[in-house]
């Protein structure tokens, strides 16, 4: 049974940084690929960031060049960084474990199968 557990959401001031995390159990990170999405009240569930197991990286616009998706294959973890923060990040963000390449599934959350139950991120300006 795939299990996915996110951390580290919180509240941070516009121009601030934090680092959302997700421990998988029952996945192997080595062996397909996983993304970041954020749904905002009263919005769509959107992917933010993509990644396989080669490496392969993908973002969403809005995001570029401010986020960072990375993996850590021996501790199972899925990492966020998330810098230049904006009150329009707001949101809930979730993981989601998908399969095969990132630019097959990617940024479309009805690719990935599994997923965790969120943390939440508020910036304020």
């Known amino acids: 049974q795939v299990q996915l557990v996110e951390s580290g959401g919180g509240s941070v001031q516009a121009g601030g940084s934090l680092r959302v995390s997700c421990t998988l159990s029952?996945?192997?990170?080595?062996?397909?690929?996983m993304g970041w999405f954020r749904q905002a009240s009263g919005k769509e569930r959107e992917g933010v960031a993509g990644?396989?197991?080669?490496?392969?990286?993908r973002y969403a616009d809005s995001v570029k060049g401010r986020f960072t998706i990375s993996m850590d294959i021996a501790k199972n973890t899925l990492y966020l960084q998330m810098d230049s923060l904006k009150p329009e990040d707001t949101a809930m963000y979730y993981c989601?474990?998908?399969?095969?390449?990132?630019?097959?599934?990617?940024?479309?959350?009805?690719?990935?199968?599994?997923w965790g139950q969120g943390t939440q991120v508020t910036v304020s300006s």
């Open positions: 029952g996945y192997t990170l080595s062996d397909n690929c």
């Open positions: 989601a474990a998908g399969r095969g390449r990132v630019d097959w599934v990617f940024p479309d959350p009805s690719n990935y199968g599994s």
């Open positions: 990644i396989d197991s080669d490496g392969t990286k």
